[in-house]
């Protein structure tokens, strides 16, 4: 393509040159006639001579003239292998910078989802806090009380505990509660995940196992996984329902929520009778709240347990979440899965030894009640089922 360029350019210039060369010549021609016109007798070997002089001339200058345009084609064909050279360097130039660009892009998104998680657990982290301010006061207004129940449990070792009714605590803990659900809501699909049960097949079952973090505390997990046969629009219905439905003795309902109509707050007590004889019982506040999604309903909740008696000094906490999604096999059925992660904690919030019997005896307590709390929800629905069919 460059040759023919060149080429084309070279005829270019051969053609500016013929006209100049050929009015030159036809000039000169003129010029040598006009002499023959007024002498008709003049020597023609004079003639002849001047002719060969005036070629010469031109010869001279036409060499002259092809020089410069030599030089200026010359000129130009250097230029186009600059320009050729910049051409060649500018895709890569732009790919390097796309390449760029597409990193800082990628780093930009990058950031701002760094930011927003940022923001979430800035939020989750402030809720915690007062939470745990929370129950750390209620440790230090209660150490008169738990101090009281020890020595009532040492002289009536057969006497049952007190009725339940609602305190102070029980307003602060559930609006505190109710605050972090939005974090803990947050971090459902993580969790369904981490758990193991996020897979939506139809295999099920129940699982509670014992585990240890990365400081060696015990903690418990539970899950459970089933079908629910109904379809979806029923069965979130039902678990509606079923979470305003709890079947414990003593049980005393909590009306005060912000938002009365997805929230749930129920206490009641559990009680056992130590190896020593001794009564004691464990009080559990519990908080339930649902979001409905499209295709997906999520519920969350927090159990917070108080050791009383022979437990005294004992608390633990509970986080658990629950899933209802349309079944994948079936269009009349459901599946509902389960989570949830228990510790088991002293008065100042750190994870208690585990070696007392009576630390067992608790810690086995609070997981069979926290376990049921979870299990009453797909038992309840299953029997609701069955009775409205």
Same mark, same amino acid.
């Given at each position: 393509?460059?040759?023919?360029? %060149?080429?084309?350019?070279?005829?270019? %210039?051969?053609?500016?040159? %013929?006209?100049t060369l050929v009015s030159t010549q036809a000039a000169h021609g003129n010029e040598s006639s006009s002499p023959q016109a007024v002498d008709s007798n003049g020597n023609d070997h004079a003639s002849d001579e001047a002719k060969a002089l005036m070629t010469k001339g031109e010869r001279v200058r036409h060499q002259v003239y092809r020089k410069r345009r030599r030089a200026e084609r010359e000129l130009l064909q250097q230029e186009i292998k600059e320009l050729e050279a910049k051409l060649a360097k500018e895709p890569s130039r732009l790919l390097s910078m796309s390449g760029w660009r597409m990193v800082a892009t990628c780093h930009l998104e990058s950031r701002l989802v760094s930011e927003k998680r940022q923001r979430q657990l800035r939020a989750a982290l402030a809720a915690q806090t007062t939470l745990i301010r929370t129950y750390q006061g209620l440790a230090q207004e209660e150490l008169v009380h738990v101090t009281t129940l020890q020595r009532t449990s040492e002289r009536e070792t057969h006497c049952e505990p007190a009725m339940l009714r609602l305190e102070s605590f029980d307003t602060e803990f559930y609006k505190t509660s109710e605050k972090t659900f939005n974090a803990i809501y947050a971090q459902t699909d993580e969790v369904l995940d981490a758990f193991g049960i996020d897979a939506t097949d139809s295999k099920c079952g129940i699982s509670i196992r014992? %585990?240890?973090?990365? #400081?060696? #505390?015990?903690?418990? @997990?539970? +899950? /459970? $996984?089933?079908? =629910?046969? +109904? #379809?979806?629009?029923q069965s979130c219905i039902n678990l509606k329902h079923t979470l305003r439905l709890h079947q414990q003795k003593d049980q005393r309902i909590y009306d005060g929520m912000e938002d009365p109509g997805s929230t749930v707050a129920i206490k009641f007590r559990v009680t056992s009778r130590l190896k020593s004889g001794k009564v004691a019982s464990v009080l559990l506040? &519990? =908080? #339930? @709240?649902?979001?409905?999604? /499209? $295709?997906?309903?999520? &519920?969350?909740w927090r159990v917070f347990g108080e050791g009383e008696g022979g437990f005294a000094g004992m608390h633990s906490d509970e986080i658990g979440w629950g899933t209802l999604t349309p079944s994948t096999e079936r269009d009349d059925s459901s599946l509902l899965r389960l989570c949830a992660r228990y510790v088991p904690m002293n008065?100042?919030?750190? &994870? &208690?030894?585990?070696? /007392?019997p009576a630390v067992k005896q608790f810690a086995g307590l609070v997981v069979n009640a926290s376990t049921t709390n979870a299990g009453e929800i797909a038992t309840r629905l299953e029997k609701l089922l069955l009775s409205d069919s």
């Open positions: 393509m460059d040759a023919e360029f %060149l080429s084309e350019v070279e005829g270019f %210039l051969d053609l500016c040159d %013929l006209p014992e %585990l240890r973090d990365e #400081n060696g #505390n015990m903690f418990f @997990r539970y +899950t /459970d $996984k089933r079908a =629910i046969p +109904t #379809n979806f629009e506040r &519990v =908080i #339930n @709240r649902w979001y409905q999604e /499209d $295709k997906r309903m999520v &519920v969350v008065f100042s919030g750190a &994870v &208690v030894g585990e070696r /007392d």
